[in-house]
């Protein structure tokens, strides 16, 4: 890399020198599972009202450039990615990571232009990689949380990482590929202020046919500022109105791999991941309730400021506002000792005995940030009081089961991608992948 180069000359140079050899083993399984957890909660959410809203935006038949849905006929690459990604994001089940959700947008757009081109998995995995690397090196150098600013991050910059994989399988130069990138930084938006609804997932869609639609204009010769993403009134710039975002030195995006560093947390609630740590700890103290869940009088769960601010709905009445609920996930979880998504509908959200407890859980923001993701405390803190006074407090959860730091293996993954409606055929079709064409 040049290091006069600016930001996104030197990520269109990172993106065209990038290499399938180049990708360490390790990375390469854990875009391997993250791309298996995504097709596993798209099939979840192919029958989703949302998804059949954006089904209806796009032209599919028989023929076209990539599958919709699975096994739901074809279309240009571009729809399919749209449609898959909202598909897979419309029951917030898919995998986390870099303040977002990598999987949901990266591994649509890249199935749907790896058929498209007729590229290996290989050559697949490698522009996962670049679409991560490319957004992990843009989301660390702001030092305020998006989340807390109101924007989407996985629409923001899942956006522009999509251009990224995009350029990458199109084998675009470095310069056509910093142009593609220059071209999604116009194109990314998302606000959470639409958490709870269903342009949630619309805005992960959004970002990922953005995304091969940038790629695909830079190829014909669509340009965008060579300094569109460090620029004082560029990209990193505009979202970060106090200021605290570095524009200026060296492009570290594989130096070292943040996908080693970071990875991918898997999801085994098909709620917030803001909610997880929560979770766990409910159902940990839940052995020590038996016999006495009528008489808990009040449920007090110590989260993150951040954390608190995603999780917009403390009345929840339907599914959706339920996966954005603290009161209803620790509810749900203690009356009935799980958290799957038979729990996500209308009906459980509803049900009278959860509806009077989620009442009486209370949410302590806690100003303490952890220092390697500061989006999160330290730790979530639960306890719950009984009608006698007696407290219960269950041990403090740092990392939730399935965060990179406390992987689930390969068979709970494949129970989890088997339980969301997915086959045996499928499943090993994605883990058995060496270099054949990505069908």
């Not at 695909?216 to 965008?224: F, K, P, Q």
């Not at 006074?389 to 403090?396: I, N, Y």
């Amino acid at each position: 890399m040049n290091g006069m180069d600016g930001l996104t000359a030197s990520l269109g140079a990172f993106i065209a020198g990038l290499r399938p050899s180049d990708v360490p083993a390790e990375a390469r399984r854990t875009v391997r599972r993250g791309i298996a957890d995504c097709v596993g909660v798209l099939y979840a959410g192919r029958d989703e009202p949302v998804t059949g809203h954006a089904l209806a935006m796009v032209t599919v038949g028989a023929s076209g450039e990539a599958a919709v849905l699975g096994d739901r006929g074809r279309a240009a690459a571009p729809d399919a990615a749209f449609v898959n990604a909202t598909a897979a994001h419309a029951l917030d089940y898919d995998d986390t990571g870099l303040d977002g959700h990598p999987s949901v947008v990266l591994a649509p757009a890249v199935l749907a232009e790896a058929q498209r081109l007729g590229a290996t998995w290989g050559e697949a995995v490698a522009a996962y990689v670049a679409g991560y690397e490319t957004w992990a090196e843009l989301i660390f150098r702001d030092a305020d949380k998006h989340h807390g600013k109101g924007w989407h991050p996985t629409a923001v910059f899942g956006t522009v990482a999509c251009a990224a994989a995009s350029a990458h399988l199109r084998r675009l130069d470095p310069h056509r590929a910093a142009q593609a990138l220059g071209i999604a930084a116009s194109m990314a938006g998302g606000l959470v202020a639409n958490f709870g609804s269903m342009t949630k997932p619309l805005q992960v869609g959004w970002a990922a046919r953005n995304g091969l639609l940038a790629a695909g204009l830079a190829e014909r010769g669509v340009t965008s500022s060579p300094d569109a993403l460090e620029s004082p009134r560029g990209f990193l710039a505009a979202l970060s109105p106090a200021g605290r975002v570095r524009l200026d030195g060296a492009c570290r995006a594989g130096t070292p791999w943040q996908i080693l560093r970071q990875g991918l947390n898997i999801k085994r609630y098909p709620v917030c991941y803001a909610l997880h740590r929560a979770v766990d700890a409910a159902l940990s103290l839940r052995p020590r309730l038996q016999g006495r869940l009528h008489r808990i009088e009040r449920v007090t769960i110590a989260m993150g400021r951040l954390q608190a601010a995603m999780l917009r709905s403390s009345r929840p009445v339907t599914g959706l506002d339920a996966k954005f609920s603290a009161e209803y996930a620790l509810a749900c979880a203690l009356l009935n000792g799980r958290l799957g998504l038979a729990e996500l509908t209308d009906a459980a959200v509803n049900a009278p005995e959860v509806q009077a407890l989620l009442r009486r859980v209370q949410v302590e923001p806690l100003s303490t940030q952890d220092a390697e993701e500061p989006l999160f405390s330290p730790a979530d803190l639960l306890r719950v009081q009984l009608d006698d006074g007696t407290l219960l407090d269950a041990e403090p959860v740092h990392r939730a089961l399935g965060h990179a730091t406390r992987p689930i293996d390969d068979a709970a993954l494949k129970a989890k991608f088997l339980d969301c409606g997915c086959t045996e055929a499928v499943w090993s079709a994605l883990m058995c992948q060496d270099e054949a064409l990505v069908a």
